[in-house]
Structure formats: structure tokens, C-alpha cells
């Protein structure tokens, strides 16, 4: 084959090639696309008016709003357990029972105590007759004179039957006997008490339920021992941190553990552990939204009900616990769960807004944010303009001064191929362009 021939045929694949790869540009190149400026790529959205959002996201685990872990207000031996994890109960429904035989040796102890005490204060009290009787009688001795006059001198002499010293003796004895009297008084009035208290503990050996809901703990076993407010030791027992303790007549009252943990799943919380800079944000009675990793497509409203005063601190960084409470019970989802919250801390609706990454922040002067944004004319010019910023959302931002619907704005975003021109629905455009067919092609000569 002749060099001419070769020539010839490779500039013909060189020109197909370039077709092939001309065409290909033309037919996947963006519709939005236009040229790029020797400056670089811009991107612009159109301000729209719209509601702007911001939120705080934190993780935590489903929990029921209402638990009681119900301990015995008296102390005993666990007779009965009556219960078991997994079991669904309701207000009144009796748990455990402790062993009678030791409440009813309690009473008979009692008794036995307050007759003693009763004999007691009925000694003490003849004895303070007697002392009475004593004092009188000295009293009455003492007043006893006897007046003698002698016949030769004329002198008169006064005697007494009785002394000062015999009264003083007696008046002491007297307030001794008081003091006996006052002491096996109030003996007897204690152990009044103490037999009433043993007599109703007797009925407290059965412990009942203060809520309905499911059981999510036992920790006492037959046979174990319990004092007042306390759950039984038993080595096999599972136990769960309680929130909230309540008493045999459902009172409620804060204990480490009771007998069992109680937790009503009509209402859920999700306790979620928000960063230190997020938490700033929390305050109670924000609305938020919350998702379950484990239960796809279920999203449910609620409110911020509670925030913890103090932080916690885990590897030097701090986080604040916050409380939110669903509004309503979701379908599948089970205590204990997974959950993300997104908190909305600031909302501002039908205001003109524009991507947040159009927006160059600047300094708060009372209570005022000022900013810029770059607005592109008709004509393809560009002019930085003074704005007041608003709510700054997760990707938009509310513009209050310097924009109207309809301006176009440059997004901070540099490529190094064509503009693409985008409008905004809650996020900044995104797209790419092309500044023009593939480079490499070229015929030789």
C-alpha cells in the first residue's frame, strides 16, 4: 500500500472518529448547559419563596413515657412471684406476696410489747399515788404545831409533828414517780403505733401493680428477702434501670430497683443524646420527627418534653440528653429500638429563600444578620449584593432584604466544566455540564 493511500485512509478514521465523538457530546450534554466563562463554571438558583428549616439530629432508643418499678412498703420474704418478663398487666393486679407468718409474728410481738408497756404505766402509777400520799402526809405533819408555855418562865414553846425536810423528801419522790408515769405513757403510745403499723403491714404483703403495661423485669425470686422499698436479692434476677418507683398503693417514689419494672407502651419516648453545640439549640416544646433504622418508612411527629440540665462526657466531648415524646404510637416499632430525631429548632415559612451555599454569612448587629449573595442580570453580569439573612436552614436560607422572587443567585460551587443553571425546591441545583466535545480529535495531515 502507497503512503498516499495510508494517509488517505487515516485521515478518514480520524474524521469519523471525530463525528462519533461530536455526536456523542451533542446528545448527552445537559439542556440547562451553557457556555463557560474564561472565569470558571457558574452555577445559579432561582429565589423561590418557600419554607426554610432548621434542625438538630441526635440517635436514641424507643422508651416507654410511663414506667413504675412497684417495690413492698414493708419487709419480708417473697412467698409468690406472679408475674414474668413479657407479661401484660394491669393497674391493681397483684405482682408478688411476701410470707404472712412473719408479719403476723410481727403483731403478736407487738402486742405482747404494748401490754407489757401497759402494765408498766399501771405500776408507775400506784406508785405516784403513794408518793402523793406521801407528800400529803408530810404536809400535814409539818402544819401539825404544838404551842407549850412554861409556868414558872411564861416561855412559849412551838414544836411540829412533822419537818421541811420530810416534805422536800417526799415532793422529790413524788416528781420521780411523774417521770415514771410520763415514760410508761409514752411507751404505751409507741407500741399502740407499732401494733397498728404491723397490723396493717399484714395487708401490704400483697404488692400490686400502680400501671398497667408490660412487664420488663422481675428481680426478686421466691424465697428471697426484701426490706422496705427495695426489690429481693437474687442472683438470676434481670433488672433495668427504673425511672420511677411506686409503693404498694401505687404511690410513686424513686428507687434504685423494685420487684419489677413495669412500662407502658401506649405512649413512647425516645431519649436521644444530642452534641453540646446542638444542644444550645433544645428547648422544650420544639417539634420534631423521628425515624426507626429498623422499621423502613415509618415516620412519626412528636415534641421535645424534657432536657437534661447537665452534660455528659465520654472521650472529652459533651453531649445533653433530650427527651422526645411521640405523638402517636407507631406501628412495628418495639421498645428498646433505634431511633434518629430531627429536632426543629428554628422554621420560617413563605419567605423568599435561596441554597444555603449561595449565601455568604456575616456578623449579627441586634439581632440582625447581614450577608451577601452574588445576583447574575439578564444580561449574564454578576453584582454582589447586601442581604439580611433570616432562618439559616439545613440547605436553604431565608433571604429578608436584598432578594426578590425570581433573581438569580451564583452558587459557591467551581468546576471546570460548563455553568448549569438551576432552580431551587428546597435543595441548590446540582448538575454538570460540558464545555465542549471530547478533546483528543483532530485530523492529521
Known amino acids: 500500500m502507497t503512503r498516499r493511500k495510508t494517509l488517505l485512509i487515516n485521515g478518514a478514521l480520524v474524521g469519523v472518529l471525530a463525528l462519533i465523538g461530536g455526536g456523542t457530546w451533542f446528545a448527552l450534554r445537559p439542556a440547562s448547559a451553557t457556555g463557560s466563562s474564561s472565569t470558571g463554571t457558574v452555577r445559579t438558583a432561582t429565589a423561590i419563596r418557600a419554607t426554610v428549616l432548621s434542625t438538630i439530629s441526635a440517635q436514641g432508643n424507643v422508651e416507654a413515657a410511663t414506667t413504675a418499678s412497684p417495690a413492698f412498703s414493708v419487709s419480708g420474704t417473697v412467698a409468690t412471684v406472679d408475674v414474668s418478663v413479657g407479661d401484660t398487666v394491669t393497674i391493681g393486679q397483684v405482682l408478688g406476696t411476701l410470707d404472712p407468718a412473719d408479719l403476723q409474728d410481727a403483731v403478736t410481738k407487738a402486742k405482747e410489747q404494748l401490754a407489757s408497756a401497759k402494765q408498766q404505766l399501771s405500776t408507775a402509777a400506784l406508785q405516784r399515788t403513794s408518793a402523793q400520799q406521801s407528800v400529803d402526809e408530810a404536809k400535814a405533819a409539818y402544819a401539825d404545831v404544838t404551842t407549850v408555855t412554861d409556868p414558872k418562865t411564861g416561855t412559849t414553846t412551838t414544836s411540829r409533828r412533822g419537818t421541811q425536810s420530810q416534805i422536800t423528801s417526799s415532793q422529790a419522790q413524788l416528781s420521780n414517780a411523774q417521770g415514771q408515769v410520763t415514760s410508761a405513757t409514752n411507751a404505751v403510745s409507741q407500741d399502740e403505733t407499732a401494733l ?15 400501671i398497667g403495661g408490660v412487664v420488663t423485669a422481675v428481680s426478686a425470686t421466691v424465697g428471697s428477702a426484701v426490706s422496705t422499698g427495695t426489690a429481693g436479692a437474687s442472683s438470676s434476677a434481670s433488672s433495668t434501670a427504673a425511672s420511677s418507683a411506686a409503693s404498694n398503693s401505687a404511690a410513686a417514689s424513686t428507687t434504685a430497683a423494685g420487684f419489677a419494672t413495669i412500662e407502658d407502651p401506649a405512649k413512647l419516648q425516645v431519649r436521644a443524646s444530642f452534641a453540646e453545640a446542638d444542644a444550645a439549640q433544645l428547648s422544650v416544646g420544639q417539634v420534631a420527627s423521628v425515624t426507626f433504622p429498623a422499621v423502613a418508612g415509618v415516620t412519626v411527629t412528636a415534641k421535645v418534653t424534657a432536657i437534661a440540665p447537665t452534660g455528659t462526657a465520654s472521650n472529652g466531648v459533651v453531649s445533653y440528653a433530650g427527651t422526645v415524646t411521640l405523638d402517636t404510637r407507631p406501628d412495628g416499632v418495639r ?8 429536632a426543629t429548632t428554628a422554621e420560617a415559612k413563605g419567605v423568599v429563600s435561596v441554597p444555603s451555599n449561595a449565601v455568604t454569612v456575616g456578623t449579627t448587629t441586634n439581632g440582625k444578620t447581614a450577608g451577601t449573595v452574588t445576583v447574575v442580570a439578564a444580561d449574564g453580569t454578576q453584582k454582589v449584593t447586601n442581604v439580611t439573612i433570616g432562618v439559616q436552614g439545613d440547605t436553604s436560607t431565608e433571604i429578608s432584604s436584598g432578594l426578590t422572587v425570581g433573581d438569580k443567585v451564583v452558587i459557591s460551587l467551581d468546576t471546570s466544566v460548563g455553568a448549569v443553571t438551576s432552580n431551587q425546591s428546597g435543595l441548590g441545583g446540582i448538575g454538570g455540564g460540558f464545555n465542549g466535545p471530547p478533546s483528543g480529535f483532530g485530523g492529521q495531515g
Open 196 to 210: 397498728t403499723t404491723a397490723e396493717a403491714a399484714v395487708g401490704k404483703a400483697k404488692l400490686t401493680a400502680p
Open 335 to 342: 421498645l428498646g429500638q433505634t431511633a434518629s430525631v430531627s
